[in-house]
């Protein structure tokens, strides 16, 4: 009995596994099909994620990608691009550390390319990184998008003919003509002036923009010292001495991250902010980090029309408030310039699809090429270098912390026109600046 029971139980138990296979086998086949019907547009997100600059700058971009990256797949993000996805496709991340050397950012996005299979690659802070990946995206044929870095040699000296290059934000021209005609006009009787500024591509073109600019506004104005530190070195006490000694009505500098946080505070303590007029050219990004710490009366930029600059929009409110409720404090413009990259690539994918098929790399690049658009910090135009380059408004304002409401905020702001700020198509930035700014529509 036992032999004919265990027999009887032993055939049973294989019809049972037998069937339960098969339900697996067809469960398991179906399930590649039914993931392929949902595309997806594969992002590689590059930003700071460790060191000096991530603080200030990288995390703070990427808090803006990510946000912005869940709304537009939940359909979340005011009109226009209230859609859910891109294009009927969810967007999905790989984030990279921009921290170490362009050669190895170079590797990186390889990386992305040939290993990650990305579709786009989105970043980049730090100009001496996107002056080494400029070349290397065109001969990939990556579509990427640049989205901070500001250095105007990427597309006037690099990639002078861009294809699948293209750049979201405003260069170092926009800002340093900015500056200069704020403090000009803020300081009618100004005979000098001083810089501070990193010794590579970006802290170079600033300095050189600003003062270039100072000396067609005001001629006559002399440069009492130019003082270059490498990038990221943290202490300023000799070049502080030197600005000091010389005593400029305005200082510049360019600086960023923790090297602007750094020279702000020691700076403060050594009274270079209440001999000189100073100008931190990106220092929107501090002020509500350093609070009480920023010298009041502080000129600040943003390096275009973001954060406490940003226009009184729908889409600019909702940013902010969503940002504010889910990081606990306000977006600065690495949040906003993030942000606008993703819109950016939303608006061109959607201009290009057509019959609800997602178009090709060409067909995005083709709708990106002049495209106008609407970001969190108002109207983006995609005018320059045959239509890869954006130029949008900017403006500049003082610092005065409040501290009945225990707020930083902004005093005596002045916007410029995109128009006013940067050159006319097909033009290099110096020439234009030399020219007297010819063509230049401030009214």
């Known amino acids: 009995m036992r032999k004919i029971t265990c027999k009887k139980s032993s055939h049973l138990f294989k019809q049972v596994g037998f069937i339960l296979g098969l339900i697996a086998?067809?469960?398991?086949?179906?399930?590649?099909?039914?993931?392929?019907?949902?595309?997806t547009i594969k992002i590689g997100l590059v930003t700071f994620l460790s060191g000096g600059a991530a603080g200030p700058f990288g995390i703070p971009g990427r808090n803006g990608a990510e946000l912005m990256i869940e709304a537009i797949n939940a359909g979340k993000v005011p009109a226009p691009y209230n859609t859910k996805g891109v294009a009927g496709a969810q967007l999905?991340?790989?984030?990279?550390?921009?921290?170490?050397?362009?050669?190895?950012?170079?590797?990186?996005?390889?990386?992305?390319?040939?290993?990650?299979?990305?579709?786009?690659?989105?970043?980049?802070?730090?100009s001496g990184h996107c002056k080494a990946i400029a070349p290397v995206a065109e001969e990939l044929g990556k579509l990427t998008i640049f989205f901070d870095c500001g250095t105007p040699q990427i597309?006037?000296?690099?990639?002078?003919?861009?294809?699948?290059?293209?750049?979201?934000?405003?260069?170092?021209?926009?800002?340093?003509?900015?500056?200069?005609?704020?403090?000009?006009?803020?300081?009618?009787?100004?005979?000098?002036?001083?810089?501070?500024?990193?010794?590579?591509?970006?802290?170079?073109?600033?300095?050189?923009?600003?003062a270039e600019s100072v000396k067609q506004l005001k001629p006559g104005v002399k440069i009492s010292t130019e003082?270059?530190?490498?990038?990221?070195?943290?202490?300023?006490?000799?070049?502080?001495?030197?600005?000091?000694?010389?005593?400029?009505?305005?200082?510049?500098?360019?600086?960023?991250?923790?090297?602007?946080?750094?020279?702000?505070?020691?700076?403060?303590?050594?009274?270079?902010?209440?001999?000189s007029d100073v100008v931190l050219t990106t220092g929107e990004t501090a002020m509500h980090r350093l609070g009480t710490?920023?010298?009041?009366?502080?000129?600040?930029?943003?390096?275009?029309?973001?954060?406490?600059?940003?226009?009184?929009?729908?889409?600019?409110r909702w940013f902010r408030k969503q940002y504010f409720d889910r990081y606990n404090t306000w977006p600065t413009y690495p949040s906003y310039k993030a942000a606008t990259a993703l819109l950016a690539l939303k608006a061109a994918y959607e201009k290009a699809g057509k019959g609800g098929m997602l178009p090709d790399t060409d067909q995005v690049v083709a709708a990106l090429e002049?495209?106008?658009?609407?970001?969190?910090?108002?109207?983006?135009?995609?005018?320059?270098?045959?239509?890869?380059?954006?130029?949008?408004?900017?403006?500049?304002?003082?610092?005065?912390?409040?501290?009945?409401?225990?707020?930083?905020?902004?005093?005596?702001?002045?916007?410029?026109?995109?128009?006013?700020?940067?050159?006319?198509?097909?033009?290099?930035?110096?020439?234009?600046?030399?020219?007297?700014?010819?063509?230049?529509?401030?009214?």
């Not at 990279?96 to 980049?124: F, P």
């Open 155 to 210: 597309f006037e000296d690099i990639v002078t003919s861009p294809k699948y290059l293209f750049r979201t934000g405003g260069t170092a021209t926009m800002d340093s003509v900015a500056a200069a005609r704020y403090l000009v006009e803020k300081n009618p009787d100004l005979k000098s002036i001083a810089g501070i500024n990193q010794n590579y591509a970006w802290g170079q073109d600033s300095w050189r923009d600003f």
């Open 370 to 443: 002049n495209l106008v658009f609407e970001g969190p910090g108002g109207t983006v135009k995609m005018a320059l270098a045959n239509g890869h380059q954006a130029i949008l408004d900017t403006a500049y304002g003082r610092y005065k912390y409040d501290r009945s409401s225990g707020q930083a905020t902004l005093t005596d702001v002045i916007t410029y026109k995109a128009e006013c700020v940067n050159p006319p198509d097909g033009v290099k930035s110096l020439d234009w600046i030399r020219s007297g700014f010819k063509g230049a529509q401030c009214n």
């Open 92 to 126: 999905e991340t790989v984030i990279i550390d921009e921290a170490g050397n362009s050669q190895k950012q170079v590797t990186e996005y390889r990386k992305l390319i040939q290993k990650q299979n990305v579709d786009v690659v989105i970043g980049y802070i730090s």
């Open 25 to 39: 086998v067809l469960v398991l086949g179906a399930a590649p099909s039914m993931a392929a019907d949902a595309p």
């Open 293 to 316: 710490q920023m010298p009041d009366g502080t000129v600040l930029g943003g390096r275009g029309p973001f954060g406490n600059f940003a226009p009184d929009s729908e889409l600019n």
């Open 227 to 275: 003082q270059f530190p490498k990038i990221y070195a943290g202490q300023y006490g000799a070049e502080i001495s030197a600005l000091l000694s010389a005593a400029p009505d305005v200082v510049h500098t360019s600086f960023w991250g923790g090297d602007m946080e750094a020279f702000t505070l020691q700076g403060s303590v050594r009274g270079v902010f209440k001999k």
